[in-house]
């Protein structure tokens, strides 16, 4: 007797009723793997810049004598920090999707050597100078991320910081 090998109908049927359930469940997956997945890295890229600002401004705080409220005609608030070393003042600007850092001179305007830059498109950065009879003694720093998941803002990676100064 010669048989022919292949699949009977019933195994033909049995596997294309399988087959939806399957794509069902692995299109969650590769759905993680084309957005999710990539959109969290961006997350975590725009984190660690925020962490290495925070660092930077923590060593500037630290080393501060003080947190003026104007200099040069420049007036500290929401979008503008002001931190006084002992011979110069450091700035920090919140501007177009970006923190600048730059340093102040009695005599001048920031020259463009002083000046970081950090790229934070997708970041609040918020901060708060505590003060007390008028002088500041204290900032403090909330950061978050920003992403776009499925058609909703969610904030990720909410932080807040407190610095003293002359904490060292």
């Known amino acids: 007797m010669n048989m022919r090998k292949g699949f009977t109908l019933v195994e033909m049927i049995v596997v294309m009723a399988i087959i939806p359930f399957a794509a069902f469940a692995l299109d969650r997956l590769f759905y993680a793997f084309l957005t999710d997945i990539p959109h969290s890295s961006r997350v975590i890229q725009e984190n660690t810049t925020l962490l290495n600002m925070l660092s930077q401004m923590r060593t500037d705080i630290d080393k501060a004598k003080g947190l003026p ?100």
């Open 69 to 168: 409220q104007s200099f040069l005609g420049r007036t500290a608030g929401d979008e503008l920090l002001l931190i006084e070393q002992h011979d110069d003042i450091i700035c920090y600007q919140l501007k177009q999707e970006q923190v600048l850092r730059y340093v102040l001179t009695d005599a001048q305007d920031a020259n463009g050597e002083d000046i970081r830059v950090w790229s934070v498109p997708n970041a609040v950065v918020q901060w708060h100078v505590w003060r007390s009879n008028g002088k500041g003694y204290a900032v403090e720093v909330s950061t978050s991320v920003k992403q776009k998941l499925r058609k909703k803002w969610q904030k990720k990676m909410a932080n807040s910081h407190l610095y003293f100064i002359g904490a060292l």
